[in-house]
């Protein structure tokens, strides 16, 4: 995963005007937000609840801001409060199994900060999750997250201990690459106070947020691996080997339409490197040779499901960047834009979101993860899934 840091505030957050759910919560909705992540320029817009915009920083961490971010809103969908929860806890044990991994695999495997959203959904369902005051990953003095130092430390450390293990690894590799993870965020919480009550993050996943790994999916949109199945997607930070169900283009697109219009959100990985990106102006588009990808009624280029492969294929399109799809709406001349949460800061004409043409999406899109509660029963017959 390519890296890509913006340094500024976090600020404002969209939320839909509707009722506060019964469950407790840590955060709350502001409607004033709401036009920030549209303006003037689009119309009809859906837009479902999520937190406030949040900045990964000096990190490769996105693919756990923007899954953190889909279980924050699905579980206020869920009727169980809004929470923010801690991303730095879920990078702190994915950390652990990329150790774990590239031992066993005596340095033949992927070691780095990026990972993808099933790494966040399988660890909530191992390790548990907490809230943001119980784990910030910082530790006394740090102004911002920057992990570029630790990295470095613990991939020497990795790297020592499969050259030691010639004849066996050392029993006690362990606590030292914990060592390290607590000088740079700080120990983990084992226990913790929160509204008054003591949790362990174990229980506070199950039993606060009734966190089930099942209840999300895992898909995708590739011609090289037969449609209706799961396959292991090939892209360097499927380090855990996740499994991703692939349907036709068309279809994947139809199901994040209709999840989004249903009140769902979900979890998106795409390329942000190709010509169209810009954080900056808020538009993700596909223009024709020459046109501005500056203004939502721009031409776009043709697109199907062969030249999307063929882009894949020669590394064209790659697996950069992970958001989150929180609305849908239309420029003004009719054309469909997903209205993305990114994890770079209060940055840009939309302060931390962009809009995502359908075509842009239709190219780009590598992975998503998608409520199951969000799958229609007929696909989910279709892929097997009870």
């Known amino acids: 995963m390519k890296k890509f840091f913006v340094l500024v505030a976090m600020t404002l957050a969209v939320y839909p005007l509707v009722a506060q759910p019964t469950g407790q919560s840590d ?14 320029d689009f119309v009809n817009p859906k837009k479902n609840f999520t937190t406030g915009i949040k900045d990964q920083q000096r990190t490769g961490t996105c693919w756990s801001f923007s899954t953190t971010s889909l279980v924050e809103s699905q579980t206020y969908k869920n009727r169980l409060g809004a929470y923010d929860l801690s991303e730095m806890f879920t990078v702190r044990n994915i950390y652990l199994e990329k150790a774990k991994n590239y031992i066993l695999r005596q340095g033949h495997a992927q070691f780095s900060e990026g990972g993808l959203g099933h790494d966040l959904i399988r ?6 999750a907490v809230p943001e005051q119980a784990y910030s990953g910082m530790v006394k003095g ?6 570029e130092v630790m990295l470095k430390q613990l991939s020497k450390y990795v790297d020592s201990v499969v050259k030691s293990g010639g004849n066996g690894l050392k029993a006690d590799w362990l606590p ?19 509204n008054g009550k003591q949790y ?3 229980i506070f996943a199950r039993n606060v947020l009734q966190f089930k790994a099942d209840e999300y999916i895992n898909i995708t949109s590739f011609t ?10 090939e892209v360097p930070d499927n380090f855990s080997n996740g499994a991703y ?12 339409t209709n999840s989004v219009s249903n009140g769902f959100t979900v ?31 721009a031409k776009e280029a043709a697109w199907d499901a062969a030249t999307r492969q063929r882009l894949f294929e020669n590394l064209t399109t790659q697996d950069d960047h992970l958001m989150h799809i929180v609305g849908m709406e239309k420029s003004k001349q009719g054309k469909t834009f997903f209205i993305v949460k990114n994890s770079w800061g209060d940055v840009g004409k939309y302060h931390g979101y962009l809009h995502a043409s359908e075509s842009y999406f239709a190219i780009n899109t590598i992975s998503l993860v998608v409520p199951k509660a969000a799958i229609p029963q007929a696909l989910l017959d279709k892929l097997k899934l009870k």
């Open 27 to 40: 955060v709350s909705p502001d409607p004033t937000g709401v036009q920030a992540a549209s303006g003037i």
């Open 123 to 128: 660890t909530y369902s191992i390790y548990g």
């Open 142 to 147: 740090m102004q911002l997250y920057d992990h």
């Open 176 to 194: 030292g690459f914990q060592a390290i993870m607590d000088q740079f965020m700080g120990p983990m919480p084992s226990k913790f106070n929160y």
């Open 200 to 202: 362990t993050p174990e």
């Open 224 to 233: 090289h691996h037969p449609y209706y199945q799961p396959f292991i997607l």
């Open 245 to 256: 169900y692939n349907l036709p283009l068309n279809e994947m697109i139809q199901l994040v």
């Open 267 to 297: 979890l998106w990985d795409t390329d942000v490197s190709n010509s169209g990106f810009s954080g900056k102006s808020g538009y993700a588009m596909f223009p024709e040779a020459g046109a501005s990808a500056n203004e939502p009624d």
